[in-house]
C-alpha cells in the first residue's frame, strides 16, 4: 500500500486543494524604460504540479502513454524501471546524492540556457524519482520582430476583474506550464499587485473563458523550471511516499 504526503517546500510552493498550479510572479514594466511608478505589468508562470505527479503515477501503469520528452524529463532511481518500456526515463543514482545532485542541476542548467544554477538541494537516499518540465528560450507572444511591445490578437482565454482593475490573459506552453499577463487599469497597479496571490490565481485562471483580445503587451523571454521529488521510504508495511515541490524562473527582454 502507497501513502501520499505532500510536503511544501520553500515559498513558491503550494499543494491545496483548488491550487493545481505552483506560481511565481513577476512584475514587468510596461515601457522600457518605465514612464512612471505605475508603468508596469504583473506576469505569473504557474506549473502543473498535478500534472508533475501523475506522470510519477503512471510510471507504474503499463498502459498509460508516455509523457512527451520535449516537455518532460523524468529522473529514475536506478533500482527502478518504468511499467511501460517505451517512457523515456534518465537512470539516476539517487544511493550517491552528491554525484545526483550535480547531474540534474547540470541537466537544468544546459536545460535554460544557463539562467537557472544550483536548482536542488541535496537529494535523500530514499529518492524514487524526480519529474522536471523546463522552459528554455521561452518567448512571449511567439510573435517576431525585436520589438519590446507588441500587439496581442486572437483568441485566449481572458478575464477581466472590474472590481480589483485589471485584464488577465493566459499564454499556455504546455500541460506542465502556463503563463497569465496580468494588466492592471490605470492606477491599480498596488491592489492587483496585492490581491495577486497564489489563492487568487487559481480562483481567477478558473474563471477565464475564450474570447478574442487585441492588446498591446511587452515581449519577455523565459527561463522556467518545475519539479517534483518523489522519496519513498518503507515504514511498517506501507511505502510512505513524501512528495517535495519546487519551480524557479528567471526572465529577460524583449
Ligand atoms: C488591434 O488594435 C490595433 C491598435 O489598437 C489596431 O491598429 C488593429 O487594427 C487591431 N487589430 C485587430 C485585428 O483588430
Sequence with gaps: MRILLFLCVGASLVHLGVQDYSFMTVTIPKNMPPKNPNDYSLLAVGVNLDKLNSVYENLEETDSTPPPADAVTIFLSTLKSP??????????????????????????????????????????????????????????PVSGGNSYMVQLTGE??????????????????????????????????????????????????????????????????????????????????????KYKQASRMSVTYP
Design 83 to 140: 511499467a511501460n518500456e517505451k517512457t523515456i526515463v534518465i537512470s539516476t543514482d539517487f544511493n550517491n546524492p552528491t554525484a545526483a545532485k550535480t547531474k540534474l542541476n547540470n541537466y537544468v542548467t544546459q536545460h535554460t540556457s544557463g539562467k537557472i544554477k544550483n536548482f536542488y538541494s541535496d537529494f535523500e537516499q530514499t529518492t524514487e524519482a524526480v519529474i522536471l518540465s523546463c522552459a528554455d528560450k521561452w518567448k512571449i
Design 156 to 241: 485566449y482565454n481572458t478575464m477581466t476583474n472590474k472590481e480589483i482593475g485589471f485584464t488577465m490573459i493566459e499564454i499556455p506552453k504546455n500541460q506542465f506550464m502556463t503563463l497569465l499577463y496580468i494588466i492592471p487599469d490605470e492606477g491599480k497597479l498596488a491592489s492587483v499587485r496585492a490581491a495577486a496571490n497564489k489563492m487568487n490565481l487559481a480562483l481567477w485562471k478558473n474563471s477565464m473563458t475564450r474570447q478574442v483580445v487585441n492588446l498591446t503587451v511587452f515581449r519577455a523571454t523565459l527561463y522556467v523550471c518545475g519539479t517534483m521529488i518523489a522519496d519513498v521510504t518503507e515504514v511498517d508495511d506501507h511505502q510512505l511516499i
